[in-house]
């Protein structure tokens, strides 16, 4: 696995269960009235940190729609 460079969701997949925001609430949010899960605007701050539960979201998403690019590590 690789440095976490990037992230978003795939927003006509996600249906907002929500299972993304229980693992990592530090990087994913759902806002009031919104159907769909977003990326919080300081997220990039917890990449590092939070490695782990950001992946832990991707793989627990029902629908399958948070994408992670990661620079290859050497």
Not at 37 to 57: F, M, N, V
Request: charged content about 25%; aromatic content about 6%.
């Amino acid at each position: 696995m690789g440095k976490i460079i990037r992230l978003w969701i795939v927003k006509q997949d996600c249906m907002a269960h929500a299972m993304c925001v229980a693992e990592c609430p530090e990087v994913f949010q759902i806002n009031e009235g919104d159907t769909t899960a977003s990326i919080k605007t300081d997220a990039e701050s917890y990449y590092i940190s939070h490695h782990d539960q950001i992946r832990s979201a991707k793989e627990c998403c029902p629908m399958d729609c948070i994408c992670i690019e990661e620079a290859s590590v050497h």
